[in-house]
């Protein structure tokens, strides 16, 4: 019994969500929300376009199975996304040179799927020690996700938002980057 205070007492500490991690069945790369959440399947939720296919926009979406023999531009592989640490974008893996941009107005952010640039809201810092993607234009502002799941055919979602990472709870900003 002390030794699982103490375990919860240190996953506290460090600000690990401790929730159950997802089973993502996606070939990487992708980027998941390290907590399940409530995602059904327990695939979790990655980052996503809107809708089958390219999209303007993003959300986070239940991780898809993988989709073996079918090219990369193969619109299930709307899922996979990936984290650049030398140019610090987040890169679509089926729609080449397109990058994920946060969209940001009074009150309200969305992201969207534009052609990657210099741009500086293309610009995201993964840490790895606190599992956060921070805007580089604003380390204090996190990517996370709202914390009510919505259906999506066979399927759920979240929207994807930005926020002030010391006000968003651990289990909504944390993220699992895999590469390939």
Avoid at 55 to 73: F, I, M, N, V
Avoid at 116 to 127: G, L, M, T
Wanted: charged share 20%.
């Amino acid at each position: 019994m002390r030794l699982a205070i103490i375990s919860a007492a240190l996953l506290g500490a460090t600000g690990i969500a401790g929730a159950d991690a997802p089973k993502v069945p996606s070939e990487a790369p992708y980027i998941v929300l390290s907590d399940n959440q409530d995602e059904p399947n327990g695939f979790g939720f990655c980052i996503d376009t809107y809708g089958p296919g390219r999209s303007d926009l993003l959300q986070t979406h239940s991780c898809k199975p993988p989709s073996e023999g079918e090219p990369r531009s193969y619109e299930g592989h709307d899922t996979r996304f990936e984290y650049n640490t030398n140019t610090m974008q987040v890169v679509s893996y089926p729609f080449e040179g397109f990058c994920m941009q946060a969209l940001v107005a009074t009150g309200k952010s969305e992201f969207a799927l534009l052609e990657c640039s210099d741009h500086p809201r293309q610009k995201f810092i993964y840490n790895e020690a606190d599992q956060t993607l921070r805007l580089n234009e604003d380390k204090a502002i996190c990517v996370a996700v709202a914390a009510e799941t919505v259906p999506a055919g066979p399927w759920v979602k979240r929207p994807l938002t930005l926020g002030t990472c010391d006000e968003i709870d651990a289990s909504l900003k944390q993220w699992k980057v895999v590469s390939q």
